[in-house]
């Protein structure tokens, strides 16, 4: 009886101390997941602020580039206008200038 006793007394001792150790290690495994989570969500919010400022650089570079090109074909077209006005006028001068002025 007293072997039985001390017996049951040693298994219990055993699975109370085993599992108050698997409980610790489940504790420590839940709080290295609760890190892990939250560095993983901080490197995409990294990963996904790169991604936009890329995107805002590029946007930024090809309206700029957009701006200049439709400025030089303004330049180039209201030059082209100004000769044609220009050319019209002589026309037009040289023709009044061949007809006598009426009386």
């Known amino acids: 009886m007293q072997l039985r006793k001390l017996g ?4 219990a001792s ?3 101390l085993g599992l108050s150790s698997g409980i610790a290690l489940a504790q420590n495994d ?10 993983e969500t901080k ?11 890329k995107g805002s650089k590029k946007a930024y570079h090809s309206t700029a ?8 074909k303004t330049a180039d ?3 082209t206008v100004a000769h044609k006005t220009a050319a019209g006028t002589r026309k037009t ?3 009044v200038e061949g007809k006598p002025s009426p009386q």
């Open 14 to 16: 055993s699975l109370a």
């Open 65 to 72: 580039h957009g701006t200049k090109v439709a400025t030089d």
């Open 93 to 95: 001068v040289d023709k």
């Open 77 to 79: 077209a209201s030059k």
């Open 30 to 39: 839940a709080k290295q997941d609760i890190k892990n989570a939250g560095t």
């Open 8 to 11: 049951l007394i040693t298994l």
């Open 43 to 53: 490197n995409a919010t990294k990963d996904a602020g790169h991604g936009i400022a």
